[in-house]
């Protein structure tokens, strides 16, 4: 079996399956630990209070709003995480990988310049929030070995993606889905985990702000 043979193989299936077993695993966790029942009166809506929870938080708080930092945080965010949504599920490559390896279908894939694009703003985006934990006094604080492991293995992911793009190169391709199988195998056990808890942890400070009476 060669290298590539292998990677595609065996060492997708696993990763895959760390993936999806340990992150339902900690979801599972999240989901039936127990916790103090409320004794106060509520006086205000548990649903509403988690959908303000799970919503109102997409902009910045209007007493923020003239905020530079806040503005740099909040569009440099949107920048990397819809960067990076648009080239895991609309890259041509991966569009192709889905629909031979995973679902059997596939959809339209983003043009050759839609890819640059896209690649333009996750790379901006993820480096300067990965900047700004070594330069702001309060994030650098506050910012584990975790975070720096987890922005540096999907920064080297989406560079070695953008270098296997022409998929001439077995060896490029190789590197690339090595890198990938790396970052699944670390995503259930690491920060990267927020993609599926932030509805979860933000719908439940949410529901309780609700059943007070307030909001977050």
Sequence with gaps: MTLIAFLEGPMWTASVVVFTVFGLWRLFVILTTGRLPVQARPVGSVGLGAARGILGHFLPRRAFLGQGRMWFVTLAGYAFHLGLFALLFFAAPHVAFIRDHILGVGWPAL???????????????????????????????????????????????????????????????????????AWLIYFPFSSLMHTFTWPLSRGFTGALAGRRGTRM
């Design 111 to 181: 043009p050759r310049w839609g890819f640059i694009v896209a690649a333009q703003f996750a790379f901006a985006g993820l480096l300067a929030l990965w900047v700004r934990r070594f330069v702001d006094p309060v994030v650098r604080l506050i910012s584990r070995p975790d975070d720096h492991i987890a922005a540096g293995l999907t920064f080297v992911v989406m560079l070695t993606g953008c270098m296997a793009l022409g998929e001439q190169s077995t060896t490029l391709r190789g590197i690339h889905l090595a890198f990938v199988e």
